[in-house]
């Protein structure tokens, strides 16, 4: 079956600092990969996806590469800001009825 | 704001009761989810509607769930004798039939059971 792996959090780092969140991720077929983010006490938001091999999501300063050789889609921001503390979700979707496999959640946390 | 509503955001409950949630998705998406998301962990599949059609339920929906989505509009998702391993976040999520169509979600419905 499907299944996403990330890293474990949470992940504390000082603003500005450089950010990648690692996610991997078993699928059959070819999935479609995305990023999801959950700021405290909202609901789950698309960040950014990715849809074939080699193509880059990116979107608020965040980017993720679909990397088939490596079933990878790691998340990297250059220059992360205290509002982007929240959870982030690896996620894929394996086409037809876009049933979404998620991960465990990465909590980041910004400090000034 | 014409994004993805769930109703109630929160309800606490005792062991044995009945509840139901109300999702309300985006007013031209045909595709409809629930997902379940406990502490700690990412949400989960539960079952899919395309218009009025249920077509998948996931193994993690017990007998004691049953979802509906009557005119192929809003949905409700019932949970019959309720018990402490219920109590999670609900979510609810729409999107249009495009296969490459990104699904949009609700803010949850926080069940706490007793």
């Known amino acids: 079956g499907n299944s996403v792996t990330q890293m474990e959090g949470p992940v504390t780092l000082s603003e500005e600092a450089f950010l990648t969140i690692n996610c991997t991720y078993t699928?059959?077929?070819?999935?479609?990969l995305f990023w999801y983010v959950q700021y405290p006490g909202e609901g789950l938001q698309l960040l950014l996806k990715a849809t074939k091999a080699d193509d880059k999501g990116s979107n608020k300063g965040f980017e993720a590469t679909y990397r088939k050789e490596t079933t990878s889609f790691h998340l990297e921001k250059g220059s992360v800001q205290v509002s982007d503390s929240a959870v982030y979700f690896c996620?894929?979707?394996?086409?037809?009825?876009?049933?979404?496999?998620f991960g465990i959640g990465t909590k980041l946390q910004v400090i000034p | 704001d014409t994004g993805v509503s769930q109703d109630p955001r929160h309800k606490i409950t005792k062991r044995g009761q009945n509840v139901t949630f109300r999702c309300d998705p985006i007013s031209e998406h045909n595709r409809l989810y629930w997902y379940r998301q406990t502490l700690g962990q990412g949400p989960e599949f539960l079952t899919y509607f395309q218009n009025e059609a249920q077509l998948e339920k996931s193994r993690l929906l017990s007998d004691r769930f049953s979802a509906e989505r009557p005119k192929g509009s809003f949905s409700t998702l019932e949970i019959q004798r309720t018990e402490q391993g219920d109590s999670a976040m609900y979510l609810c999520?729409?999107?249009?039939?495009?296969?490459?169509?990104?699904?949009?979600f609700g803010p949850g419905t926080r069940l706490t059971v007793l």
């Open positions: 699928a059959t077929g070819y999935p479609s």
């Open positions: 996620a894929l979707d394996s086409g037809g009825y876009q049933k979404v496999t």
């Open positions: 999520a729409s999107s249009l039939r495009d296969s490459t169509d990104t699904q949009y």
